[in-house]
């Protein structure tokens, strides 16, 4: 932690310039938060990793907070963004080369996220609290940087669809399971450790991939498994340096999923051309392309037709991903926020002692927490369901649930933690416009926003043990909390006609949500913070501005619980 503390008062101008020259000096101007503790400064996140069965990765976790917390590692997610990837298309003798030139702090942030095994650690070395400590590291890190999450999260969330083809299995997760980060542009074979993307989306859809235009032609067995060539396009591609790609591809017996190597076996480029990188308003140093698929090889993963069930387990990783990575960037926002105004003063005092002010900070607070705290019940969830059928049918609602509200909570909060700051806030060399360009594109990608709603609907409808598992869930805080009650007897009521759902999506949605929150913080949050969650989300007033809090909170608590030094 820095030991500087800042000034308030202006210093005395005629001892630090006996000469008169100076124009000023500078004066409460807040320190930067670096070189602070992610994880021993973050009680919420101690105290969850714990409550949900992680607490055998204390030591590691603690560990790794300081390391990432440390002012060099910041400065790599600030220049990750700074130097945004650029795209070789050819090299100068005018062969194709399709390569992606990073700057050296990307590849830094991936070394790291792939030594901790963020990209592979359940799968490679399951046991019992592993996704929640997968989590918890995760959150850590993508405070540091989103961009270089979007491969690392692929790689995590294709696994377990590889896993289920003997041949690809055999040959390729030893390698994506290794925690090395290799990040040459060789074939799988020749390197020690490996990525994996994916190419689902089209330009005629994306939500909708059942209208994937790209053909796959049988081409017979190999090493790998069934071959295949694939002629089309994909619209976005991100981390197009991948070693390989989870394709969707239409097959005769329809729409089936493959994984496309960048190179061939034989040591050939594999035909996947890079087009251009997109121009986008946030995750900078993540690389997203469009490509043309010209004769590419893949192997199937799954029958053919059967595209979709194959993806599906994918999918839900790469949504649980998005809530950790949201619930972090919201985290990072609180922490900058309360940081300068703890240190900053108007008008005589303290901006965190102004009470208009510590509205807002233990509103940001909160939210922050109620996400994290979600996300690591979710994480549970997902330790537990292979052995227990309530936990995953609980899984099945919590996630699409969870992907929708925390995603969609973020950009106004990063907005509101930016205004805490003030003009400082929007400077480009203050961590907050990164957080905030970031803000809204997890809950763009993995499925957008109706389409979780939809997800949670079809997890109803098709599985009615998932609502529950649910209603179970919010059940066990029964008694403790009066708005909680009353918001979730309001609910099961309305959850009983789903007659119009589509229509009421969003709203009970947005109900759903809220309640599963409000019920992990009634069961485990301090009760300052609990019965804020509930008085402000439930009762009504949380729906308008941020720090529009009803009478009566004790929010220095919750304000102090948040503080990140
Ligand atoms: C930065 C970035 C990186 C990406 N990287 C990749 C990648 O690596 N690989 C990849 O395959 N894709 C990638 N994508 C694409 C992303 O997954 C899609 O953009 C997303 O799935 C939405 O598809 P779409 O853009 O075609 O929008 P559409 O499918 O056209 O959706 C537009 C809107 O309509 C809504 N909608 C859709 N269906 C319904 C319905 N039935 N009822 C009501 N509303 C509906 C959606 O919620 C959305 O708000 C990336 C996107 C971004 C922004």
């Known amino acids: 932690m820095s030991q500087r503390g800042a000034p308030h008062d202006e210093p005395n101008r005629d001892a630090l310039d006996p000469f008169g020259a100076a124009t000023h000096a500078v004066f409460n101007q807040p320190t930067?938060?670096?070189?602070?503790?992610?994880?021993?400064?973050?009680?919420?996140?101690?105290?969850?990793?714990?409550r949900e069965g992680g607490g055998w990765a204390s030591n590691e976790l603690t560990a790794l907070g300081a390391r990432l917390g440390s002012a060099e590692t910041l400065e790599l997610g600030a220049l990750a963004n700074r130097y945004p990837p650029e795209l070789?298309?050819?090299?100068?003798?005018?062969?194709?080369?399709?390569?992606?030139?990073?700057?050296?702090?990307?590849?830094?942030?991936?070394?790291?996220?792939?030594?901790?095994g963020l990209h592979a650690s359940p799968w490679a070395e399951p046991r019992p609290g592993a996704h929640v400590a997968r989590a918890a590291r995760y959150y850590m890190?993508?405070?540091?940087?989103?961009?270089h999450g979007c491969p690392i999260t692929m790689t995590f969330a294709a696994t377990p669809s590889l896993a289920k083809e003997p041949e690809i299995a055999k040959h390729w997760l030893p390698k994506i399971y290794a925690r090395v980060y290799d990040p040459r542009n060789i074939p799988a074979a020749?390197?020690?450790?490996?990525?994996?993307?994916?190419?689902?989306?089209?330009?005629?859809?994306?939500?909708?991939?059942?209208?994937?235009?790209?053909?796959a032609t049988a081409r017979g067995h190999d090493a790998m498994g069934e071959a295949y060539e694939l002629v089309g396009h994909k619209f976005f591609v991100s981390a197009p340096m991948c070693d390989a790609f989870l394709t969707l591809a239409q097959a005769p017996?329809?729409?089936?999923?493959?994984?496309?190597?960048?190179?061939?076996?034989?040591?050939?480029?594999n035909p996947i051309q890079i087009v251009r990188l997109k121009r986008k308003m946030g995750n900078v140093s993540n690389a997203s392309s469009e490509t043309e698929w010209r004769g590419a090889l893949a192997w199937r993963v799954g029958p053919e037709g059967r595209g979709v069930a194959t993806i599906l387990e994918m999918v839900a990783a790469t949504r649980f991903d998005c809530m950790?990575?949201?619930?972090?960037?919201?985290?990072?926002?609180?922490?900058?926020?309360?940081?300068?105004?703890?240190?900053?003063?108007?008008f005589g005092a303290l901006l965190i002692d102004q009470p208009a002010m510590r509205a807002v900070l233990a509103d940001l607070a909160l939210e922050a927490e109620a996400s994290l705290a979600l996300t690591l019940r979710v994480a549970r969830a997902l330790d537990n369901r292979a052995a227990d059928p309530r936990e995953d049918a609980f899984a099945r609602i919590a996630a699409p649930l969870g992907k929708y509200w925390?995603?969609?909570?973020?950009?106004?909060?990063?907005?509101?933690?930016?205004?805490?700051?003030?003009?400082?806030?929007?400077?480009?060399?203050?961590?907050?416009?990164?957080?905030?360009?970031?803000?809204?594109?997890?809950a763009i990608w993995e499925g957008s926003g109706n389409?979780?709603?939809?997800?949670?609907?079809?997890?109803?409808?098709?599985?009615?043990?998932?609502?529950?598992?649910?209603?179970?869930?919010?059940?066990?805080?029964?008694?403790?909390?009066?708005?909680?009650?009353?918001?979730?007897?309001?609910?099961?009521?309305?959850?009983?006609?789903?007659?119009?759902?589509?229509?009421?999506?969003?709203?009970?949605?947005?109900?759903?949500?809220l309640a599963l929150q409000a019920s992990v913080m009634v069961r485990n949050a301090p009760a300052a913070s609990a019965d804020a969650f509930c008085a402000a989300r439930l009762e009504g007033r949380g729906a308008r501005n941020w720090g529009a809090l009803p009478k009566g909170l004790d929010l220095a608590a919750i304000v102090k619980r948040a503080l990140p030094r």
Request: aromatic share 4%; net charge negative; charged share 30%.
């Open 141 to 147: 890190q993508a405070q540091i940087e989103a961009g």
């Open 32 to 50: 930067e938060l670096a070189d602070c503790d992610l994880f021993g400064g973050d009680a919420a996140l101690q105290e969850g990793v714990a």
């Open 406 to 442: 925390i995603c969609k909570r973020t950009p106004a909060h990063a907005y509101e933690a930016m205004e805490c700051l003030g003009g400082s806030g929007a400077m480009e060399d203050s961590p907050m416009p990164r957080l905030y360009r970031e803000a809204p594109i997890n």
């Open 190 to 215: 020749d390197k020690q450790g490996l990525t994996i993307g994916m190419a689902m989306t089209e330009k005629q859809g994306g939500s909708d991939v059942r209208a994937n235009t790209t053909r």
């Open 253 to 269: 017996g329809g729409l089936t999923c493959f994984l496309a190597p960048r190179w061939r076996p034989d040591g050939t480029k």
């Open 324 to 346: 950790i990575g949201s619930s972090a960037g919201m985290r990072m926002a609180a922490a900058q926020a309360l940081d300068h105004c703890r240190q900053r003063k108007a």
């Open 88 to 116: 070789d298309t050819h090299d100068r003798y005018g062969n194709r080369v399709d390569l992606v030139r990073y700057h050296p702090s990307y590849h830094q942030l991936m070394r790291l996220a792939v030594e901790q």
């Open 451 to 513: 389409v979780q709603c939809l997800d949670v609907l079809r997890a109803i409808s098709r599985a009615p043990q998932a609502l529950e598992a649910y209603f179970a869930e919010i059940d066990s805080a029964r008694g403790a909390n009066r708005a909680l009650d009353a918001h979730a007897a309001a609910l099961k009521g309305d959850m009983r006609d789903l007659d119009d759902f589509e229509e009421r999506a969003r709203d009970l949605c947005d109900r759903l949500a």
